[in-house]
């Protein structure tokens, strides 16, 4: 059974650092991408950063220099580097892979950024 667990959030300041971890337990087959997603109250899920297919990083233009996407060799852990929060960064956070059986995610972190 594939579970991801997502460890890290909290609360912060405006401008300070935080980094989120993903921990992947179970086999996922054929991995094409991994990704960081975040969601607020009322608002449809979005992707914030990701691995594609081809290896490659993207962002959306939100995160853009601030947040950094990393993961180790073996696909098991996947991370996601946020800098300079913000108010407008609070959130639920969750990780997602996706396979050749499916899409897996996370069961959510709550980030919240405020003074």
Same mark, same amino acid.
């Given at each position: ?9 909290? =609360? ?5 650092? =935080? @980094?989120?971890s993903? @921990?992947?337990?179970?086999?996922? /087959? ?20 990701? /691995? @594609? ?13 601030? /947040? ?14 946020m ?10 956070? /969750?990780?997602?892979?996706q396979?050749? =059986? ?9 980030? @919240?950024?405020?003074?």
């Amino acid at each position: 059974q594939v579970q991801l667990v997502e460890s890290g959030g909290g =609360l912060v300041e405006p401008g300070e650092s =935080l @980094t989120l971890s993903c @921990t992947v337990s179970g086999k996922i /087959f054929s991995i094409s991408t991994m990704g960081w997603y975040r969601q607020t109250p009322g608002k449809q899920r979005e992707l914030i950063a990701e /691995f @594609t297919s081809e290896g490659s990083r993207n962002y959306a233009d939100s995160v853009k220099g601030r /947040f950094a996407i990393y993961r180790d060799n073996t696909k098991k852990r996947m991370g996601l580097m946020m800098n300079n929060l913000r108010p407008e960064d609070t959130a639920v956070y /969750f990780c997602n892979i996706q396979g050749s =059986l499916g899409a897996y995610w996370g069961q959510g972190i709550q980030v @919240t950024v405020s003074s």
